[in-house]
Every structure is written in C-alpha cells, then in structure tokens.
C-alpha cells in the first residue's frame, strides 16, 4: 500500500472552529502602546548607532589635520572633520517621533534647536557638495598625502544619516490608533 491520502472537506476560514476573539478597547490601547514602545526603543537604538558611525569616520581625517603637508590639506580635513561632526549632532538631535498634530516646539529652547537644524543640513549639505567638488578637481593624481576620495566620505554619511531617519519617521503608530474601534458592553 503505497500512501493513504485522506480528503478533508473544503471550509471557509470564517467557518473554522476556533473563535478569533476580538480585542476590547483597553486590549487594544495595551498593543499600540507596546508596539510604539519597541518602536522608539528600536529607534534609540538606531539613533545612537547612526550617531556613533559619522564620529568613528571622522577619526579618518585626524592624521591628516595633524600632520598634513600643505596647509590647504589640512584645511579640507579639518572641513571634513567638522562635516562629520555636524553629521553625527544632526542625527542625535533629530526627533525620534513626529508630533501627531504637527504642532510647533513648545518652548524657546526647542524653537531655537529646531531652526538650527533646519540651517544645518542644507550647511552641511553645501560643505559635502565643495568636498565632492574638490575631489573632481583633485583626482587620483594628487600631491596630497591624504587620498582625496576621503572627500567623499563626509557626502555619503549626511545621505546615509538623512535616509536613516527618514525610514525610522516613516514608522507611524498613528494609522492603527484610527483603526481602533469603541467596544461597546451589551
């Protein structure tokens, strides 16, 4: 006998034994808080890791700020070194979180972080843009000690930083705090 096949008659999912209990109100504000809770301890995480990587680049730059031939390669270190800097504060002061009804900071002090910010990344942006110039001009057929593609560097951690926080932005609890519905007792 080579193998019994047993048939299983055809049902619905709905008809199922089991009965899919539905979450009452306070079961559902318990999973929202939760998931928003691993959703901003995830993104601490990664604030902290997207933080540290710009700082740990910059260490690239420190021989030649202290010990370049020229006077103008130590200056485009020191530029580069100051590009990963400003990186690596733009990611540790960014918000973890958007504010749900777009409302502005509520205090001065937020105010003023928030326009730096805002001054900050197209600063940084125009910084690593002259870098990526200069490297053009540059090229492989330097008299620098330091290799130029370096320059490239401070460029693709501002990209990498500002696309980090968007994905850990686009996470929004909101959505399923609008899918909740009001239990109502019989």
Known sequence: MAAVRLRKAFRYPEDSDEEHEELDEVEQERVIQRLQGQNDARNAQYSLIFTIIPLLSATIFLPSVLSAASVAERFLSL????????????MRTSPLRLDPKGKKPMSVADERLARIRAVLVP????????????????????????RPVLYLIPGAMLVTILLAQQVMLSVDLTSLKDLQYEYKGA
């Open 79 to 90: 530029v580069g070194l100051a590009s990963l800097s400003v990186t690596a504060y733009i």
């Open 123 to 146: 600063a940084n942006g125009a910084v690593c843009l002259l870098l990526a110039v200069l490297y053009c001009f540059i090229g492989a057929g330097s008299s620098y000690g330091s």
